[in-house]
């Protein structure tokens, strides 16, 4: 999915990850760093009958961030979602 607006463009795209949860958010953290992003602490949150694990990668200039959504439901496979915007102007 895409979207773009004044301010804005970006996306999210959403995929299926073997599990563990653990080597998920890992690989998904060193990724973001190796591309020069800042990375927030993970946070955790029950959502329904899953739980969600959180965090974004934001670049030095603040212009591009990167959420991370992943949805530890569907064991052994993990549902991750990428939430990407970039500022315009």
Same mark, same amino acid.
């Given at each position: 999915?895409?979207?773009?607006?004044?301010?804005?463009?970006?996306?999210? %795209?959403?995929?299926?990850?073997?599990?563990?949860?653990?080597?998920?958010? !890992?690989?998904? =953290?060193? *990724? &973001?760093?190796?591309?020069?992003?800042?990375?927030?602490?993970?946070?955790?949150?029950? %959502?329904?009958?899953?739980?969600?694990?959180?965090?974004?990668?934001?670049? !030095?200039?603040? =212009?591009? *961030? &990167?959420?991370?959504?992943?949805?530890?439901?569907?064991?052994?496979?993990?549902?991750?979602?990428?939430?990407?915007?970039?500022?315009?102007?």
């Amino acid at each position: 999915m895409r979207f773009s607006n004044d301010q804005r463009a970006g996306g999210m %795209v959403m995929y299926s990850a073997p599990g563990p949860l653990a080597d998920v958010v !890992a690989f998904h =953290r060193a *990724s &973001l760093e190796r591309h020069g992003m800042t990375v927030t602490e993970a946070t955790v949150h029950p %959502v329904r009958d899953y739980i969600e694990t959180r965090f974004e990668g934001r670049t !030095a200039d603040g =212009r591009s *961030s &990167l959420s991370i959504n992943i949805i530890d439901k569907s064991e052994p496979d993990m549902i991750v979602q990428l939430n990407y915007a970039d500022e315009k102007g």
